[in-house]
């Protein structure tokens, strides 16, 4: 069982080892694409300044629009309603239980 457990835990620290690295990679990806489109935005307005600020905004609204569309998905009216449902079962189950039936 130890041991089926230490071969787990070094499995697990392998592949988080991978994904920490290609995380990594991705992020410097990202960047260097970020920097080339502001550098070809700044070809096309004439200033870098303008090119990165352009860029800049547009990777911000970009964000912005991600965490709107992640906060809304998580206030669901839906599953609101079902937690409320389940929260009142679980009282009737404890006083059900409390009345010692």
Same mark, same amino acid.
Request: glycine fraction near 10%.
């Given at each position: 069982?130890?041991?089926?457990?230490?071969?787990?835990?070094?499995?697990?620290?392998?592949?988080?080892?991978?994904?920490?690295?290609?995380?990594?990679?991705?992020?410097?990806?990202?960047?260097?694409? @970020?920097? @080339?489109?502001?550098?070809?935005?700044?070809?096309?307005?004439?200033?870098?300044?303008?090119?990165?600020?352009?860029?800049?905004?547009?990777?911000?609204?970009?964000?912005?629009?991600?965490? @709107?569309?992640?906060?809304?998905?998580?206030?669901?009216?839906?599953?609101?309603?079902?937690?409320?449902?389940?929260?009142?079962?679980?009282?009737?189950?404890?006083?059900?239980?409390?009345?010692?039936?």
């Amino acid at each position: 069982m130890r041991l089926e457990l230490e071969h787990n835990l070094a499995l697990l620290v392998r592949h988080l080892v991978i994904l920490v690295i290609g995380g990594a990679i991705a992020a410097l990806g990202l960047v260097l694409v @970020a920097v @080339a489109l502001a550098l070809g935005v700044a070809g096309l307005l004439g200033s870098a300044s303008a090119g990165f600020a352009v860029t800049g905004i547009a990777f911000l609204a970009l964000g912005a629009i991600i965490v @709107a569309v992640r906060v809304r998905r998580r206030v669901d009216p839906s599953r609101r309603h079902a937690l409320q449902r389940t929260t009142g079962e679980l009282r009737k189950d404890a006083q059900w239980l409390s009345n010692g039936r």
